[in-house]
């Protein structure tokens, strides 16, 4: 049974417990959030070693991280060191994102390392495969592209993103709209053009029970992918978004009904001012499936920044009620991500969830922030090290220039915390 059919059936699943005790919670409250669909747990019965992790409702904001390879860099050894990388750094989930190379065994190697859930979108590999056998993507067939979605989550794949939103009716809605940047999700234009070149109805939307078949067997989650959301703050929340988010809250409740795991994918660029609006009206549309994010990126023209820009947006998308925010690195918009970027790129979505989850109250995050700002008021610097969303920076920084105060070296003797507390009779430093 599927973690969704156990929940419904009143059993408290040991991935369950799992999720339970990592966020502090009741398992029989986690259960019920399984059942009812605003909580899942993806758990791939074949992922061996996997630590499971809940997303969705009144837990605390989960983070995911890409990796992958491109047609122009990348490889096994550089993709693995990567994924440590995401686990050093604390992600919640990975997923492959590869297009080169040898693609089944990249993944392969990921899941034999990976403790974490790991997503991938299997359109790619089908894609890639159909240009190498037939010279052009247009040239999938249906069974090609479900044999690609069978064969990754036989191989323990948590979560499966597929755009089964993307329909001839979405497609008409964007002609319709004449967007500034089109389609920029690689897997939204792959099942496009597919649709365009043969005039028929997407297989992944027209065969969606073949699809909720595969991922029952396997009880792989589907992350229902937005392959419509907008490429730039201009297209932001147009018809074309809300055409495919409608399908996709259609196919959220027939997933459900089969018994199948499901989160909803979201946008993209859009600014400040409509990020609450889009969680918001996600949530009613897809009645509290977990969201999950990419940002959202609040401006254009931050490129070698945009996991600031990210950072910022998820902030305000954590805040409003998302669950899931996937990682946005300095090479966005640029280049294949290196380690280091990968690591940035994780710290600051990291961040974003974690300022979140104050506003929405998850259990532990404001006792975190108190401890932090007690540490600093004894300035007791083995604690804030400690205590620290990023420990290593935090250590480096502290140790690049000496100070003769108690403080850091922005004040030295002059640190106002421990001058106000010799005037005011308060005990020493604890440190």
């Known amino acids: 049974m599927t973690q969704l059919e156990q929940a419904r059936r009143e059993i408290v699943s040991p991935q369950m417990r799992i999720v339970a005790e990592k966020e502090g919670l009741d398992p029989e409250l986690v259960r019920r959030g399984v059942a009812d669909g605003s909580i899942v747990i993806p758990a791939n019965v074949n992922h061996q070693g996997l630590d499971p992790c809940g997303i969705g409702k009144g837990l605390r904001t989960k983070v995911n991280a890409n990796i992958g390879t491109s047609p122009d860099f990348g490889d096994i050894e550089t993709e693995v060191q990567k994924l440590q990388v995401c686990i050093d750094a ?43 056998k037939h010279g052009a993507i247009v040239t999938m067939t249906a069974d090609e592209m479900f044999a690609a979605i069978e064969e990754h989550a036989r191989d323990g794949v948590d979560f499966l993103t597929v755009h089964c939103g993307v329909n001839q009716k979405t497609i008409d809605r964007l002609k319709g709209d004449r967007r500034l940047t089109d389609v ?24 969606y029970d073949r699809l909720l078949e595969i991922a029952r067997e396997f ?10 959301r907008p490429g730039s703050l201009a297209d932001a929340s147009d018809r074309a978004q809300f055409e495919e988010l409608l399908t996709i ?42 969201f999950y994010v990419l940002g959202p990126l609040v401006t254009d023209v931050a490129a070698g920044h945009d996991h600031i820009t990210a950072a910022i947006g998820g902030a305000v998308a954590a805040a409003a009620g998302a669950d899931f925010l996937c990682y946005v690195t300095p090479s966005e918009h640029l280049a294949l991500p290196d380690a280091d970027e990968v690591r940035e790129g994780v710290i600051g979505a990291r961040i974003a969830a974690h300022a979140g989850d104050i506003v929405k109250g998850i259990k532990g995050a404001w006792d975190w922030d108190y401890q932090m700002s007690t540490a600093r008021k004894r300035l007791d610097w083995d604690s804030q090290l400690k205590l620290a969303l990023d420990p290593q920076k935090a250590a480096q920084i502290h140790a690049r220039q000496p100070t003769g105060g108690g403080g850091c070296s922005m004040c030295g003797n002059y640190c106002a915390m421990e001058l106000v507390s010799e005037y005011l009779g308060y005990p020493k430093k604890q440190c």
């Open 90 to 132: 604390r992600a919640d989930t990975v997923m492959d994102l590869s297009t080169g190379g040898d693609i089944t065994a990249i993944r392969r190697a990921i899941l034999d390392k990976c403790p974490l859930p790991l997503g991938t979108v299997p359109i790619y590999q089908a894609a890639v495969a159909a240009i190498e």
């Open 184 to 207: 920029v999700s690689r897997g939204g234009s792959f099942l496009i053009g597919w649709i365009l070149h043969h005039g028929r109805e997407n297989p992944l939307y027209e065969q």
């Open 219 to 228: 009880d792989a989650t589907l992350s229902l992918g937005d392959g419509l």
């Open 249 to 290: 809250g259609e196919l959220v409740d027939r997933a459900r009904q089969a018994g199948v795991q499901v989160i909803v994918e979201g946008p993209g660029h859009v600014p400040l001012n409509q990020i609450e609006a889009n969680v918001q009206i996600q949530k009613r549309v897809c009645k509290g499936a977990p």
